[in-house]
Nanobody, 126 residues
Framework: QVQLVESGGGLVQAGGSLRLSCAAS????????MAWFRQAPGKAREFVAR????????DYADSVKGRYTISRDNAKNTMYLQMNSLEPEDTAVYYC???????????????????WGQGTQVTVSS
């Protein structure tokens, strides 16, 4: 089992930046592939970015590519999402997720992930 706790959300003006953190506890964090998803009001939860356990194989949704950066520090059992040039359309609850194994080529589906955090709200004002 892995417990995930997100932090770092808040209210920011368009064009601003935030850094989200996902602290993991429980089983060995280093063996898990990690990802960020988000869910805007009235919309389905969607993939944002993912990172392999080694820090390699990083992947982003087209909507955030060039603006967001995912990273992880296995020594601290923590994953990060640096979000720059934020837009009102980025407003959502952001969730971190952990996958114990590779279940698909893209690893972009909700069902690919075994463990989820409770989410942190990000609100971008125009």
């Amino acid at each position: 089992q892995v417990q995930l706790v997100e932090s770092g959300g808040g209210l920011v003006q368009a064009g601003g930046s935030l850094r989200l953190s996902c602290a993991a506890s429980g089983r060995t964090f280093i063996t898990y592939n990690m990802a960020w998803f988000r869910q805007a009001p009235g919309k389905a939860r969607e993939f944002v970015a993912r990172i392999r356990w080694s820090g390699g194989r990083i992947d982003y949704a087209d909507s955030v590519k060039g603006r967001y950066t995912i990273s992880r520090d296995n020594a601290k059992n923590t994953m990060y999402l640096q979000m720059n040039s934020l837009e009102p359309e980025d407003t959502a609850v952001y969730y971190c997720a952990a996958a114990s194994r590779i279940t698909s080529v893209t690893m972009r589906a909700l069902v690919d992930y075994d463990f989820w955090g409770q989410g942190t709200q990000v609100t971008v004002s125009s």
